[in-house]
């Protein structure tokens, strides 16, 4: 159980164009879902929480109008990278954490490989 | 400021026990989790703390002191597929993780 899956797992896209990841948690309700972003030889970098049928909350630093985060149901999240540039270029891993009285634990998705050329 | 502080790379050897430690302070304190990432992959859950003393589940432990801010996670029976970066993050008084920067393992034959 607890299994979160994101599409897709790899994009190539030019400067320019918006890309849509999907991350979707499939056999259970996630209350919240987070976007990490991780450059290479770096750690996880936490860009926004989303809670469903709410606003997402960003992290310092991270545009909100670029980086468009819709929760639209309990087991779908969407992160667009709008007029993406090379320096977006990065590996985005959605998480998704369950109803409340678990131990808090994220189950994260595969990870979407992001290529801006 | 909350903090999370691990080695950034340990090396070990096949068959040997390694022993990766944990400091941190934050704002509050809902438990410590630890997770393995393989190159190019998502973080994969390993274990959970809230309690002081050890957990173990088959050749990882993970203990954790809170009165000291400090946890370690121990790996017994290294194998080469142990070799990833492992992640301790903590659960603040928000319910927010805050992750430290991990610590890259090498496991040599």
């Known amino acids: 159980g607890a299994v979160v899956s994101q599409h897709p797992s790899w994009v190539i896209c030019k400067s320019g164009t918006s890309v849509k990841i999907e991350c979707r948690s499939l056999d259970f309700q996630a209350t919240t879902m987070f976007w990490y972003r991780q450059f290479p030889k770096q750690s996880l970098m936490l860009m926004a929480t989303s809670n469903e049928g709410s606003k997402a909350t960003y992290e310092q630093g991270v545009e909100k109008d670029k980086f468009l985060i819709n929760h639209a149901s309990l087991t779908l999240s969407t992160l667009t990278v709008t007029s993406a540039h090379p320096e977006d270029s990065s590996f985005y891993i959605c998480s998704a954490k369950g109803l409340a009285g678990d131990s808090g634990e994220q189950y994260f998705g595969p990870g979407t490989r992001l290529t801006v050329t | 400021g909350q903090n999370i502080d691990q080695p950034t790379e340990m090396t070990a050897t096949e068959g040997a026990i390694v022993q990766i430690n944990c400091t941190y302070q934050?704002?509050?304190?809902?438990?410590l989790f630890w997770y393995q990432q393989h190159a190019g992959e998502a973080p994969t859950f390993l274990s959970y703390?809230?309690l002081d003393g050890l957990e173990e589940k088959g050749r990882f432990s993970s203990f954790l002191s809170r009165s000291k801010g400090y946890s370690y996670l121990l790996l017994k029976e290294l194998q080469m597929k142990d070799s990833a970066s492992y992640l301790c993050?903590?659960?603040?008084?928000?319910?927010?993780?805050?992750w430290g920067a991990g610590t890259k393992l090498i496991i040599k034959p």
């Open positions: 993050a903590v659960m603040d008084s928000n319910y927010q993780l805050i």
């Open positions: 934050t704002s509050g304190f809902n438990g």
């Open positions: 703390n809230v």
